[in-house]
Structure formats: structure tokens, C-alpha cells
């Protein structure tokens, strides 16, 4: 039983260039969330989505990011004209019932991307 | 705003001896869990805890969960150099789904 998988694990982009990182959930799971880690920080929420919706993307810059959870293929956490700021390691996590109470149960994360930006 | 507070940092200790983690905040959380994240890796759930004054043990890890569910605890026992890594408390408030982590503490056993 694979578990959450993230790709790529490293994406290197000029300033300006397109990130698209992939998150496949856990099978079975149709819900997915997405966190940010700066170097030498914790995690920070991004987005919840269930499949085809946007639940929670109050974690979100509201500029250049955004997020899809199609009913085929994996979340695509999507970031346009990137900046040196946008440098981090981004995690999803994956659930099989909506997110209410789920943090109850703990997350499984995925490995994670880790973008520069240079 | 940091609602989650983590001390220390940094911990350098030698093998055999004991630690403790803490992790505090102001705000009630109605989960708190445990995270242990090595270099080039995600977080890797522990424990999760959900009733104030709650203790879990994992072989040489100990967790608690404050009385008031507002801080939490990690402490290690005879620490060992497969130990080491970034330990991080994230808590939920309001049975949300949305995960608060502090900014952990990293953690060397030298051997």
C-alpha cells in the first residue's frame, strides 16, 4: 500500500519560470492538503482540496499560487512566475474522509518537493 | 503570530542521557501530535494526543498533554544516535483539519 507520493523531489527554477509539483494521495483517499516549510521553520497550511473542489485555500498567497485536485490524476500545486521566496520544501498529505476531525488521527505526508528558485 | 512554542531549538546531547522536549502555547488545542522529520524526508507522524493530562509512551518516548490541553511534552530516555532529527508539535483547534506546528526542535545524539 503505496503512501502519499510526491514528485518531483527536487524542482530547480529561474526566477519567472512555471513550479508544478504533483501529489498523488494515499489509495482510496480523496482528500488532499498541502503545506509549506521554510528552511528552518514549521509547516504552514497552504489548501485543502477533495476531489474537483477547493475546500480551505485560506493558507494560500492569493497571487501566482494555485491549486487543483482533478477527478483523474494527481493534486497539482501550481506556481506561477516564481521568486526566490517561493524556495522551500512543499508537503501534501492525504486523508480518506473529509477533513473535519481528521487532525484527531494524525496526517501521513508525503516526502515532499523540495523547489529552488535561483 | 507563533501559537505554537517550541524550547529548545537546538539540543546537542550525548548518547544515554535523558531530554525533554516542550512545546507551549496560550490557545486550547483539542489534538496535539508529534512529528519527527528527517533531512530530505516529511514529517512522520508519532503520537497523537486528545485528552488533557494524556500520556502515551513509544518504547523510549514518553508524550503528554497538558491538563489544560495547551502544551505538550517529549521526553527520551536513554537517547540514542538513531534519535536524531527535527521533532516537531502541531495541534488542532476545534477538531479542525488545519495543522498548527511549531518550528521544531532539532536534535543530536552524538554517539
Known amino acids: 500500500n503505496a503512501g502519499v507520493m510526491q514528485n518531483p523531489r527536487h524542482l530547480v527554477r529561474r526566477r519567472g519560470q512555471e513550479a508544478r509539483l504533483r501529489c498523488s494521495p494515499m489509495k482510496g483517499h480523496s482528500h488532499v492538503y498541502w503545506y509549506r516549510q521554510l528552511p528552518e521553520e514549521g509547516l504552514k497550511f497552504m489548501v485543502y482540496l477533495q476531489k474537483e473542489n477547493i475546500i480551505d485555500e485560506s493558507g494560500m498567497p492569493k497571487e501566482r499560487f494555485s491549486a487543483e485536485f482533478p477527478k483523474e490524476g494527481p493534486s497539482i500545486l501550481r506556481i506561477q512566475q516564481v521568486v526566490r521566496g517561493d524556495s522551500a520544501a512543499y508537503f501534501c498529505?492525504?486523508?480518506?474522509?473529509?477533513?473535519?476531525?481528521?487532525?484527531?488521527?494524525?496526517?501521513?505526508f508525503g516526502s515532499g518537493t523540495r523547489l529552488t528558485v535561483v | 503570530t507563533q501559537l505554537l512554542e517550541q524550547s529548545p531549538q537546538f539540543l546537542s546531547i550525548q548518547e544515554g542521557e535523558n531530554l525533554t522536549v516542550y512545546c507551549n502555547s496560550s490557545?486550547?488545542?483539542?489534538?496535539l501530535q508529534w512529528y519527527r522529520q528527517e533531512p530530505g524526508e516529511g514529517p512522520v507522524l508519532l503520537v497523537t494526543?486528545?485528552?488533557?493530562?494524556e500520556v502515551k509512551k513509544l518504547k523510549r518516548l514518553t508524550f503528554q498533554f497538558g491538563d489544560a490541553r495547551k502544551d505538550s511534552s517529549l521526553h527520551i530516555t536513554a537517547a540514542q544516535p538513531g534519535d536524531t532529527g527535527l521533532y516537531l508539535c502541531?495541534?488542532?483547534?476545534?477538531?479542525?483539519?488545519?495543522?498548527?506546528f511549531g518550528s521544531g526542535t532539532r536534535l543530536l545524539v552524538r554517539p
Open positions: 494526543v486528545v485528552t488533557g493530562g
Open positions: 502541531a495541534g488542532a483547534r476545534d477538531s479542525s483539519y488545519k495543522l498548527i
Open positions: 490557545s486550547v488545542f483539542s489534538s
Open positions: 498529505a492525504s486523508s480518506p474522509f473529509p477533513g473535519q476531525g481528521q487532525a484527531n488521527y494524525g496526517y501521513t
